[in-house]
């Protein structure tokens, strides 16, 4: 069944205002996709579980500034827990292959996903979506997770220079893209 995201954003705004209730529903509602996606980052059961554990307490604290018109209550809460899996990542000594295409399709919203989107991130999203796939992924992990190419480069396993020139060359296909409105 899916997730209605009017309904997690009912949920969003009420854990916002200290609703334990609330954030237990959202809680219940979204842990299991939050969990998929924690498992394809780490591939490792108790890890993704730390993940999404570490991941709800953020959710919890960072609802009251959740914004609706900038992300769907989905996509802002796997970001939140994404980002809890790739500090665990850098915890842990463990080499853990990225699975590539779960994070590339990240980027790809559904279509309930991209209508709540405002426009500029709209027009980013789609202009994103035009970018080759291990670029997308290079510029990703730089810009939306925080990564310094050096970090980039360790974890997408490719020389620091490669990264350098895929986030360069997306940078700019982003600006033209943008600059010319070719989003749609």
């Given at each position: 069944?899916?997730?209605?995201p ?65 992300a ?26 990225l ?66 020139t ?19």
């Amino acid at each position: 069944m899916p997730i209605e995201p009017e309904q997690l954003r009912t949920w969003l705004a009420a854990a916002g205002r200290q609703d334990a209730v609330a954030f237990r529903a959202l809680y219940d509602a979204a842990a299991p996709k939050l969990f998929g996606f924690a498992m394809r980052i780490l591939r490792k059961r108790e890890l993704a579980e730390e993940a999404l554990q570490e991941g709800f307490v953020s959710i919890w604290h960072a609802a009251p500034h959740y914004q609706p018109g900038l992300a769907a209550p989905l996509t802002w809460m796997a970001a939140i827990v994404r980002n809890k899996a790739l500090d665990i990542l850098r915890r842990t000594d463990d080499t853990v292959e990225l699975d590539h295409e779960a994070l590339r399709d990240e980027y790809t919203n559904s279509p309930a996903e991209a209508s709540e989107m405002s426009s500029d991130a709209r027009a980013l999203a789609a202009c994103m979506a035009r970018l080759e796939g291990l670029h997308r992924l290079a510029i990703g992990l730089a810009f939306f997770h925080d990564l310094s190419h050096t970090e980039v480069a360790q974890r997408m396993s490719l020389p620091i220079g490669t990264v350098k020139t895929w986030i360069r060359r997306g940078m700019d296909k982003l600006r033209l893209c943008l600059a010319q409105g070719e989003a749609p």
